[in-house]
């Protein structure tokens, strides 16, 4: 089902090497203006928009034309979090930590920034940073008493209020805190330091109870660079060089507009102005605000694989561990739509990440596969999410995935459930409604459970469970009425508002394929690099392995599409295609089982020919691909483990198609391809081993044929 994709006037589309930005968008596409070609527009359905997005050459940038965007452009070495290194990662995770924890315990004037005010409010700014970090005390896995805890020391005073005028400057963007350290070399400020700290000062003078206008702010700002002239000229040191008006009009247009508001205004007035999230808002477009969480199912579970549990003997299924999963859950506010829903055996940031990932993907197929009659189609571009303070959540792995797709993150305090009301109202809803169905529930406390037998009555594989949720979800949630939305279904209320409203773009596939991807090394190869029996190649890697001493390359790919990787030569990431065709939209699992089966089948036979594979994966059937789907969102998906184990375990990549290599296709005659051998002499003629004249002559010397790799 195709949606409305909304883009913004300052966004930026790059398509087969063509840079176009928006001009109209209405609900049947929009109008693309090409750059540096003013006049040349071309109009693109939401249709076309969307295949556009998906293909390998397309890239889309939100906000490209923006002045913050500009700003740090060419002043950092990435826009994206995920690709740097984990050191530095961790790093710019943790000085983003500071800055929000800051400005946090500055709204609720627990610290300001003067020397003096950091140094009391050190302690709760070390604790707040920990606790949105995951670190030290704070971890999600407390240490043994006695065993050594790591914490990160907090930076001076003006350190802290350096990082803090980049993120405000940088419109709270976190590229900001990146370190700038490829750019060594002179760093001087255009002024001295006293300059700028006294040309800080105009904020301060602005932000006053009485409210002064901007140009008294200014003026009282070049009166304090006047009278400090005067104390250096009486005491005989160098003058400050005075910055004119709109110098120091330009420095207060970058202060923080809430600190300003909440200055001259009070903070009751700027939280109602601003509309705070922590105070409600009144979401209004689909995909706007996405909150997001985990949850311990209430029922009892078996460890088991679909389909094993009924071929195993009694006393078998007597040892097998009973658990309870955890289930991760992202709901849309506006539609109370479930856009994303898998199981877990225990929380963790990689399928916490997985879960955030089928937010942007179509989700029919998998609810095909448990037999829904309803669509899963909900996904698209996410503005907001919101989380818990849970370890799976703050850690780098997820934070890092987040702000490397440029979605704001958001973590609540801890212990303020209706700071997440939509995601806590549906678990309980989700305990009152669905759990009840269940053999083996364990309730909610021990109280309600009583004396009930959930282990005995465990009897749901993680296959059956899956099925149940998905079936629960989109056949009867979506299409339930909904108390909130009036009495709305939430597949009615995304139809409405995604026709009113549209939906963010999803982000192109080479973005996600460096956000979700995890870092793979591979070898460069006359032919690209290999990965799951494919070989993949692109311009620069080519360029590499003829000119590059680096012979070792990174690569991230999709496990649901290995028609395509993304490959980093250098400090770039490019997109590479498969040399074997008709691998598009082929997932991995799909890979893996049709190459296992025809390796099985064909023993004597080393090497796999690309058209033979296609065939044995359209040979798969319905059930084994359904399997895979529901396989997908269990604690059973292919982990990367498995990928490496796999790729370690492949002696005989798969031949690229003979057309593409301008080679004659086989006969279908198994002798057709032959070579014949003609001995070089002719045999003698049959003599019987009686005779005399052959004991004469004595033994007859015959050609014996042998191969020889070097001939």
């Known amino acids: 089902m195709n949606t409305n994709i909304r883009f913004s006037k300052s966004d930026l589309i790059t398509a087969a090497g063509v840079a176009m930005r928006p001009l109209e968008i209405d609900d049947k596409g ?68 500071v800055c929000d924890a800051f400005l946090s315990l500055e709204a609720s004037e ?32 407390l240490p043994r008493p006695g065993a050594d805890v790591v914490t990160r020391q907090l930076p001076g005073s003006r350190t802290a209020f350096e990082w803090m005028r980049e993120y405000e400057r940088a419109g709270y963007s976190v590229v900001a805190l990146i370190p700038e350290t490829h750019r060594c070399g002179n760093r001087s400020l255009r002024w001295s330091y006293h300059t700028e700290a006294l040309m800080n000062q105009v904020i301060e003078i602005y932000a006053d109870t009485q409210r002064p206008t901007k140009a008294l702010a200014v003026a009282g700002t070049r009166r304090l660079f006047f009278r400090e002239n005067e104390r250096r000229l009486a005491a005989g040191a160098a003058q400050l060089v005075v910055p ?68 195993l003997p009694p006393e078998r299924q007597e040892r097998f561990e009973s658990g309870r999963r955890w289930l991760y859950v992202a709901i849309d506010c506006a539609t109370r739509c479930i856009l994303s829903m898998r199981l877990a055996e225990t929380p963790n940031a990689g399928d916490a990440v997985r879960a955030l990932r089928e937010i942007f993907i179509d989700k029919t197929p998998m609810a095909r596969a448990a037999g829904c009659e309803s669509t899963w189609h909900h996904h698209g ?94 056949d009867i949630y979506h299409n339930e009425g909904h108390g909130s939305l009036g009495g709305e279904s939430p597949n009615q209320a995304w139809a409405r508002l995604v026709a009113k409203h549209g939906t963010p773009p999803v982000p192109d596939g080479l973005t996600l394929r460096r956000a979700f991807g995890r870092p793979l090394q591979r070898t460069l190869r006359g032919d690209g690099v290999l990965f799951s029996g494919l070989s993949y190649n692109c311009g620069a890697l080519r360029e590499a392995f003829l000119h590059s001493p680096q012979r070792s390359v990174e690569i991230r790919a999709d496990l649901r599409d290995i028609g395509w990787i993304a490959v980093k030569v250098g400090a770039t990431w490019h997109p590479a295609l498969a040399n074997q065709g008709g691998f598009d939209g082929v997932s991995y699992d799909l890979m893996q089982e049709a190459t296992r089966t025809l390796r099985i089948k064909n ?82 003629p049959y003599m019987p081993k009686d005779e005399p004249e052959q004991q004469a002559q004595g033994r007859v010397r015959r050609n014996r044929w042998r191969f020889d790799d070097d001939q």
């Open 30 to 97: 929009g109008l693309f203006e090409r750059l540096g070609q003013p006049g040349i527009t071309e109009r693109l359905s939401h249709e076309e928009l969307s295949n556009l997005l998906s293909r390998p050459d397309t890239s889309y940038v939100a906000g490209y034309f923006d002045r913050a965007v500009q700003d740090l452009r060419g002043r950092k070495p990435s826009d994206v979090i995920n690709i740097l290194a984990d050191p530095i990662r961790r790093l710019v995770i943790w000085r983003k930590a």
């Open 381 to 474: 571009g996410v503005q907001a999410i919101v989380t818990d303070q849970g370890t799976a959540f703050t850690s780098d792995d997820f934070q890092g995935t987040v702000l490397s797709l440029g979605i704001t993150a958001l973590l609540p305090p801890a212990g303020k459930p209706w700071l997440r009301a939509h995601i806590e109202t549906f678990f309980r809803t989700f305990g009152h409604k669905l759990m009840p169905l269940l053999v083996g529930r364990t309730f909610f406390d021990m109280i309600q459970r009583g004396d009930y037998p959930s282990e005995k009555l465990a009897c749901l594989c993680d296959a059956d469970l899956i099925t149940i949720l998905l079936t629960y979800v989109v």
């Open 110 to 141: 627990k610290i300001n920034r003067t020397h003096e005010g950091y140094l009391r409010g050190s302690a709760q700014l070390a604790a707040e940073v920990e606790r949105r970090v995951g670190e030290g005390m704070s971890a999600g896995k």
């Open 603 to 684: 023993r004597r036979e080393a090497e796999l020919d690309a058209p033979k594979v296609r065939r044995g994966i359209e040979r798969i059937s319905d059930t084994t691909r359904q399997a895979f789907e529901l396989q997908e969102l269990t604690p059973f998906h292919t982990k990367d483990v498995d990928v490496e184990r796999n790729q370690a375990a492949l002696h005989y990549p798969v031949r690229s198609d003979a057309e593409r290599l301008g080679n004659r296709a086989a006969s279908a005659d198994p002798l057709a391809d032959g070579m014949q051998i003609t001995p070089s002499t002719p045999m003698p």
């Open 244 to 311: 004119s008006a709109s110098s120091i009009d330009r420095r207060l247009s970058l202060a923080d507009p809430y600190y300003v508001y909440a200055k001259r205004h009070g903070t009751a007035a700027a939280n109602a102005r601003f509309t705070l999230y922590e105070n409600g808002v009144d979401v209004q477009q689909p995909l706007e605000r996405v909150e997001m969480d985990e949850n311990r199912l209430d029922v009892i579970s078996l460890l088991t694989l679909s389909g094993i549990w009924d071929h």
